[in-house]
């Protein structure tokens, strides 16, 4: 029942992560809503039975794909916002 909710909370997380990374209009806070979509989906496999997809995830989708993400956008500075 416990691990049922709380999939449920992380579910609700990943989603409004998810909708404020498409509706903000800054591009470094839909970037950390991406980072936190794929952390949240980590947790998720973790409770799930699947550690491997969970560190893969975590790893490749929370960790290196935030920071190329926040690499790039340091580099073509912020003239992309408006």
């Not at 039975?49 to 920071?67: F, H, N, Q, S, Y």
């Amino acid at each position: 029942m416990t691990n049922t909710f709380l999939l449920v909370v992380l579910g609700l997380i990943c989603l409004l992560a998810a909708l404020y990374a498409i509706r903000t209009r800054k591009t470094l806070h839909a970037v950390i809503a991406s980072g936190v979509i794929s952390l949240t989906a980590s947790i998720i496999f973790l409770l799930l039975g699947a550690p491997d997809v969970a560190m893969t995830e975590a790893t490749i989708g929370a960790g290196l794909t935030t920071v190329v993400f926040l690499y790039a956008l340091k580099h073509i500075g912020e003239g992309g916002d408006d």
